[in-house]
């Protein structure tokens, strides 16, 4: 069965403190693997896309990669304005159309 | 406007009510998609549209129904729901399957209690 878990499920950072997130994932066909950012009461924003192991995305303080079995969201000195639930999901190919499965998510508070 | 738009952003309705959400894209896009997010839970897709065609009915009960009358508008018309329907409701578009771009672009959502 197609799953993504994300890890921690909440984090707080003190400004300035970098840190990683956590997407595994174990899929039949990996068609891309996606990160959003989500504030709270509003729709998840699209961030990054990546489609193959060794790949780097860059915006800003925030750098994903990927693995084979996983994705990292770095976070380099990182502002208050930067708290929000961060998002993975990964494409797959199911039902005979392209679907996202996501994540339950990570939390993040950054404190001044 | 730009991007996707949904209306109501809140939305309080008994069990025995009927009520539609509606959701826009000004994006181009020709999919469309229905997600519920609930405290906690991984975003549920509930029903995809390509071209105005539904390709999706996740085993969503049929107090849900949507509707695409045309690639930039999707509906979905609720009745009789329960409390465990309570949760937002998200929309999306995309570039459909096969286009090769398929970045899902998110409107703000619903924010559904039922009681």
């Known amino acids: 069965e197609d799953q993504v878990t994300q890890s921690p499920e909440a984090l707080r950072l003190q400004e300035g403190e970098s840190s990683s997130l956590n997407c595994s994932y174990t899929?039949?066909?990996?068609?891309?693997l996606f990160w959003y950012r989500q504030d709270p009461g509003k729709g998840p924003e699209f961030l990054f896309t990546?489609?193959?192991a060794g790949e780097e995305k860059e915006k800003e303080r925030l750098k994903a990669t990927l693995t084979k079995k996983e994705s990292f969201l770095h976070i380099t000195a990182p502002k208050p304005e930067d708290s929000a639930t961060y998002l993975c999901?990964?494409?797959?190919?199911?039902?005979?159309?392209?679907?996202?499965?996501f994540g339950a998510g990570t939390r993040l508070a950054v404190h001044p | 406007e730009t991007g996707v738009t949904q209306t109501p952003r809140h939305l309080v309705m008994g069990m025995t009510n009927k009520k539609s959400l509606k959701c826009e894209q000004h994006l181009g896009h020709n999919a469309m998609y229905w997600y519920k997010q609930s405290a906690k839970k991984p975003l549920e897709l509930m029903f995809v549209y390509s071209l105005e065609e539904r390709v999706e009915n996740n085993s969503v009960p049929s107090r849900f129904s949507p509707e695409c009358p045309n690639s930039s508008h999707l509906f979905l018309h609720l009745h009789t729901l329960q409390p465990e329907d309570s949760a937002l409701y998200l929309c999306?578009?995309?570039?459909?399957?096969?286009?090769?771009?398929?970045?899902?672009?998110f409107g703000p959502g619903t924010r559904l209690t039922v009681t």
């Open positions: 899929v039949s066909g990996l068609r891309g």
């Open positions: 999306a578009s995309s570039q459909g399957p096969g286009t090769g771009s398929y970045e899902q672009y």
């Open positions: 999901a990964v494409r797959v190919f199911s039902g005979g159309y392209n679907k996202l499965i």
């Open positions: 990546l489609y193959s």
